[in-house]
């Protein structure tokens, strides 16, 4: 994500009000956060889902592992899964 100064901050400023105007800036700004808003509460609720059904899938893969019955292949099944969940 690029990082933006103080500097370039104001110039964005002063073009707007020379494009935009005085009089609209305000409408205009407050239109450009409610889009951003909307943005940000929808990658929001994307990325919550998408955490939902990781955590559904563990929760899965974890009974799969507690059924096995030998004691030996439960212990690769849990290393196998850390392997793959946190590399």
Not at 18 to 36: A, T, Y
Not at 37 to 52: M, R
Not at 58 to 78: F, H, L, R
Request: hydrophobic letters at 40%; proline letters at 5%; glycine letters at 4%.
């Amino acid at each position: 994500m690029p990082q933006i100064g103080w500097s370039e901050i104001l110039v964005i400023l002063l073009v707007a009000i020379i494009v935009i105007g005085p009089k609209d800036l305000p409408i205009v700004l407050r239109k450009f956060i409610q889009i951003k808003n909307g943005i940000k509460n929808y990658v929001n609720s994307f990325q919550k889902g998408i955490d939902d059904i990781v955590q559904e899938q563990e929760k899965d893969i974890k009974k799969i592992i507690d059924i096995n019955p030998e004691e030996e292949n439960k212990e690769k099944s849990k290393k196998n899964f850390n392997f793959y969940l946190y590399e």
